[in-house]
């Protein structure tokens, strides 16, 4: 079965600083791969996704995630946080041969000046 | 760019009554879905739906849950008698393809906060 754990509940970063959320997924074959990102009281937005395409992926608002099989890991990065970054992150998987999405526990990023 | 649309944002009801939840999907997609995310947890699965009918429900998803998509562009979430524990933000999405590994990317509401009193 497919899962994802996301290793960081909370990351704080400094405004211009990079910003790195670590995502481990677990899957029996080649997974499709997403980060979503959840503004306060907004709904879910696509930032990237991964489906066996290049192994890095760049995504909205400078964000990129790199696949990495070898270590069974999507983290994903951006150069230099701005405060509007500040928001709740998930790591999805895709379920197998289903359309069925399973979320992380999420990585709530704080960005400070 | 188009967006699914979730009404209400926010509902609070009584325990025991029903509540139907609604949403408009992307207009040519064709699967649609229900997560929900308990304050503080996970966001949740709970159904998929294509070509008018289930296609695949968790556990969570049981006698007091059903979906319809009543008139070819709206797709609703019935919850029958609701229960405190029920209290969550409710998201539809949508997607208008299903192939497996190509995983397609979903198109998610902006949720709909039911508060269950």
């Known amino acids: 079965a497919q899962s994802v754990t996301q290793l960081d509940s909370h990351v704080s970063v400094s405004e211009g600083t990079p910003v790195l959320l670590r995502c481990n997924y677990s899957s029996s074959y080649s997974p499709s791969l997403f980060w979503y990102v959840q503004h306060p009281n907004k709904g879910l937005q696509l930032l990237l996704k991964y489906t066996s395409a290049a192994t890095l992926v760049k995504g909205i608002n400078g964000f990129e995630a790199e696949f990495k099989k070898s270590e069974t890991s999507f983290h994903l990065t951006k150069p230099s946080a701005h405060m509007s970054d500040a928001a709740e992150y998930f790591c999805v998987v895709k379920s197998g041969g289903y359309n069925k999405l399973i979320f992380g526990a999420g990585t709530r990023l704080a960005v400070h000046p | 760019e188009p967006e699914v649309t979730q009404t209400p944002s926010h509902q609070v009801t009584q325990m025991g009554q029903e509540v139907i939840l609604r949403c408009v999907p992307i207009s040519n997609h064709l699967y649609f879905y229900w997560y929900r995310q308990i304050l503080g947890q996970k966001v949740e699965f709970l159904v998929s739906?294509?070509?008018?009918?289930?296609?695949?429900k968790s556990e969570i998803f049981d006698d007091q849950f059903s979906v319809e998509r009543p008139d070819g562009s709206n797709f609703t979430l019935k919850i029958r008698s609701t229960k405190l524990e029920d209290s969550a933000m409710y998201f539809c999405a949508s997607s208008d393809n299903f192939l497996g590994r190509q995983g397609y990317g979903y198109t998610f509401g902006s949720g709909t906060r039911l508060t269950v009193v």
């Open positions: 739906f294509y070509n008018n009918e289930i296609s695949e």
